[in-house]
């Protein structure tokens, strides 16, 4: 597979996909790196409760798509309230099921790691290349 030319300008996504409940971390999706800037940035909002930074990766959300593309893609830990016993693409995932004071933390926290991700001035850590995308003729995606 050939990688474009914007490839490389491409910084990291963050992604908020378990219902309305507080954020209670992020999964570092196996980089170290990122892992160490994630347990910073948490710092300011441990009296929320959002403390727990993991090399664990989370599955089955939007960020997943962005990782198998070896480009930096997180997941937020979440309370996951009643987003997989009840609201999860179904009916009842409507406003009214939504946490006000929940979803404002949320935005404080998300905000944060989006502006301290644009105010970096380096690229943010990316894993190795998958295989599939190290382009031929390169030293392992070098």
């Known amino acids: 597979m050939d990688l474009k030319p914007d490839y490389?300008?491409?910084?990291?996504?963050?992604?908020?996909?378990?219902?309305?409940?507080?954020?209670?971390?992020?999964y570092a999706q196996?980089?170290?790196?990122?892992?160490?800037?994630?347990?910073?940035?948490l710092k300011?909002?441990?009296d929320l409760g959002a403390t727990t930074v993991t090399l664990n990766g989370a599955g089955g959300t939007d960020?997943?798509?962005?990782?198998?593309?070896?480009?930096?893609?997180?997941q937020f830990i979440q309370d996951e309230l009643e987003y997989f016993s009840r609201t999860w693409h179904t009916n009842m995932d409507v406003y009214d099921r939504l946490h006000k004071e929940d979803l404002m933390e949320a935005s404080?926290?998300?905000?944060?790691?989006?502006?301290?991700?644009?105010?970096?001035?380096?690229?943010?850590?990316?894993?190795?290349l998958p295989e599939k995308l190290i382009p031929k003729g390169t030293q392992k995606g070098k």
């Open 8 to 26: 490389s300008k491409f910084s990291v996504y963050f992604n908020f996909d378990e219902g309305g409940g507080k954020i209670r971390g992020v």
């Open 30 to 41: 196996d980089n170290l790196p990122a892992a160490g800037i994630f347990e910073s940035w």
């Open 44 to 46: 300011p909002f441990s």
């Open 63 to 74: 960020h997943l798509s962005f990782d198998a593309m070896g480009l930096p893609g997180f």
């Open 108 to 128: 404080v926290v998300m905000a944060a790691f989006v502006y301290n991700a644009a105010m970096r001035d380096e690229p943010f850590p990316r894993r190795p």
